[in-house]
Every structure is written in structure tokens, then in C-alpha cells.
């Protein structure tokens, strides 16, 4: 058994984020306008990953989706609801994505650590909203234990009965102890876990597609506190916590 990023297959009994929306529900048309999804071709056959606009240029999705973007093929599907009917409010080409410098995409299956990158969009993205980041749309979000609040992870990954949905699923999330995301039986390799930059969350099994969004709510607003990163041991998934990296995506995206 090994620990696996949540794009890619486990063994029987590690389910990975990137692939399952475990016990999750069909949103409401309208309900996440700030979700992307990248795809080759525009179409469910292509998909890659989520994420989410942060402005009218710029997404954010974990580094480890960028190991498999086409800067000539993939799409970025702004506010996708359904592959099948599309209903999309607009799909733009990539200009270049920027994964946290210390990213190792030589080990991007299993680390876990650093995984966040921006995605440059080639032209200002039309209709969509853009996602309460938090620690970068300001610092009024959740309290960072995350205790008692409500999560919720989303994703067009396949359903517990192995089906495919074509349209956006969203699942319960809620907080777990960092331990479950740290503590492993002899034999297993580290989970490279740190508190500071992860979240340790789950629902039963999985959920949420890779890179995709953790939303929890603060004062009136919805904030994006994480990204699908990696399942680890069930139920245990790891989430890539965007507070931590506030001030490299404001200064990156400035800059660029």
C-alpha cells in the first residue's frame, strides 16, 4: 500500500480524491460560479482537474494538475456545471501556469507538499465569479482550526457506485485531528504532512477532483481554505492550505 495523489489510482482500499465523489449530491445550476475545471478538448473524456478564479486572468489549482496541462490543448472551463449538456459560461486557453517554486514534480505522486500553482489565463475570463481566497481576499476567514465548520469539497470525479457524473457533484467535508494525517502503521512511507501549509479533512472515503476547491463559510462569505491534494489512509484526505501561500500568490500575480 502506498499514499497517493488524488489524480491518480489507488489500491483497494485507498480511495484518491482526484477520482471519487463518495456520498456527494448534484449541485444546484448557479451554486459554485467560482469553480474552473481543466480539460483537453473542452469535454468530460478530457478532464483533468479543478480549481477555481481568483480574478479575471488567474485560476489557482494544485501543482500536481499542472504535470499533465497541454499549453496548447488544455481548456479552462470558467463556472462549468455539466459536461453533458455543456454548460459552461466560458472556456479559455492557458498563457502559462506557475506551480509553487518548491514543487517537486519528480515527486508530485506522493509528497503532497507544495502543491499549489496559478494558472495564467490567455485572456480575461467572461461570466464566473471570482472565489473568496482566504488569507488573499482578505483576513476575515474561517478560524484555521476549521473546528465545527462546515466544509464542502466539489468535483466531477466518478460516485461511489463507480459511475461517471457529468455533472458537478459537492460532498460534506469536516475537519479531522492532524494525527490521522501524520500517523502511520510501520512500513509506510511519511505523509510529509505539516499543519501550517495542509489541512486534514475527509467524508468517509473521499471527495473532491484534484486541485478543486474546500469552501468554508465566514462571516456571510465563502472561502476557498483549501485544495484536493492527496487521499492518504481512509478516511484521511489532505488538502492544501491556501492561507499559507497568501502572500506568494499576491506577489506572483502582481509580478507576472
Same mark, same amino acid.
Request: with cysteine; aromatic share 8%; charged share 20%.
Given at each position: ?9 489507488? *489500491?483497494?482500499?485507498?480511495? =484518491? ?15 459554485? =460560479? *467560482?469553480?474552473?475545471?481543466?480539460? &483537453? %478538448?473542452? &469535454? ?25 496541462? $497541454? ?9 462549468? !456545471? ?8 466560458? *472556456?479559455?486557453?492557458?498563457? @502559462?501556469?506557475?506551480? !509553487? ?10 509528497? %503532497?507538499?507544495? $502543491?499549489?500553482?496559478?494558472? @495564467? ?12 481566497? $482566504? ?18 469539497? +466539489? ?17 460534506? !467535508?469536516?475537519?479531522?485531528? &492532524? ?7 510501520? %512500513? ?20 473532491? $477532483?484534484?486541485?478543486? =476547491? ?11 481554505? %483549501? ?5 492518504? +489512509?481512509?478516511?484521511?484526505? !489532505? ?18
Amino acid at each position: 500500500m502506498m499514499l497517493v495523489s488524488s489524480s491518480t489510482l489507488a *489500491q483497494s482500499d485507498i480511495k =484518491p480524491s482526484g477520482k471519487h465523489i463518495i456520498n456527494g449530491t448534484p449541485a444546484s445550476p448557479g451554486e459554485f =460560479p *467560482q469553480f474552473v475545471a481543466f480539460s &483537453d %478538448g473542452g &469535454d468530460y473524456k478530457g478532464h483533468i482537474c479543478g480549481g477555481v478564479l481568483i480574478t479575471p486572468r488567474w485560476a489557482l489549482t494544485a501543482a500536481h494538475c499542472t504535470t499533465r496541462f $497541454d499549453i496548447h490543448k488544455t481548456k479552462v472551463m470558467v463556472a462549468l !456545471e455539466s459536461y453533458s449538456p455543456l454548460v459552461v459560461k466560458d *472556456q479559455v486557453s492557458i498563457e @502559462k501556469f506557475i506551480p !509553487e517554486p518548491r514543487f517537486d514534480i519528480s515527486n508530485a505522486k506522493i509528497s %503532497g507538499m507544495y $502543491d499549489i500553482a496559478l494558472v @495564467k489565463l490567455s485572456r480575461d475570463a467572461k461570466g464566473g465569479q471570482l472565489a473568496n481566497i $482566504d488569507g488573499v481576499t482578505d483576513n476575515n476567514g474561517p478560524d484555521p482550526s476549521l473546528k465545527d465548520i462546515p466544509l464542502t469539497a +466539489i468535483g466531477f470525479g466518478l460516485t461511489e457506485n463507480n459511475d461517471r457524473p457529468y455533472i458537478l457533484y459537492k460532498v460534506q !467535508e469536516s475537519v479531522y485531528p &492532524d494525527e490521522d494525517c501524520i500517523n502511520v502503521p510501520p %512500513g509506510y512511507p511519511k505523509t510529509n504532512y505539516n499543519p501550517a501549509m495542509n489541512i486534514c479533512a475527509g467524508y468517509g472515503v473521499a471527495g473532491g $477532483d484534484s486541485g478543486g =476547491p474546500l469552501f468554508a463559510e465566514a462571516n456571510g462569505k465563502k472561502y476557498v481554505v %483549501g485544495l484536493v491534494s492527496r487521499s492518504l +489512509i481512509k478516511p484521511a484526505e !489532505e488538502f492544501t492550505r491556501v492561507r499559507y501561500y497568501a502572500n506568494w500568490l499576491k506577489e506572483t500575480m502582481e509580478k507576472e
